[in-house]
């Protein structure tokens, strides 16, 4: 492109763009320089933060054993609380039985002892009192 003068345009045209284009660059360079300083600090942030966590992984990791090995011991006491507790019901179950089983034997045997003292007091009545009853004598 030129005109009368003899001028060539074009080439300040293509001067413009490159310049252009280099002043793009150098903003971009800027642009990434601030952010790898930003990404470096967050690195020496990272590296703090892993270093914390390792610090307190023992000890967090001793405590997580410790309440893991008290769960165990909590699950097998249950265990054996409630091996116990069967135990125990099936003991009350055979005193219960053995209590029926014992009332069932010492009820009739009450029962005759107490017909017996009837009959005994009932035969020392008329030894007494001749051969009726006490109201046979009274109304005699």
Do not use: C, Y
């Amino acid at each position: 492109m030129s005109t009368n003068s003899g001028f060539d345009w074009a080439m300040v045209l293509d001067i413009g763009v490159g310049v252009g284009v280099l002043l793009v660059g150098i903003a971009m360079m800027v642009a990434m320089s601030a952010l790898a300083k930003t990404l470096a600090r967050v690195n020496v942030t990272l590296d703090e933060v892993d270093r914390q966590i390792e610090t307190l992984g023992k000890p967090v990791g001793e405590a997580l054993a410790s309440v893991g090995g008290i769960a165990d011991s909590a699950d097998q006491t249950i265990a054996r609380l409630t091996g116990v507790v069967k135990s125990l019901e099936d003991v009350a179950g055979h005193v219960s039985s053995t209590a029926q089983l014992t009332k069932d034997a010492v009820s009739p045997a009450i029962v005759n002892i107490g017909a017996t003292v009837s009959g005994v007091s009932a035969g020392l009545r008329r030894l007494v009192n001749g051969r009726g009853d006490r109201s046979n004598n009274e109304n005699s």
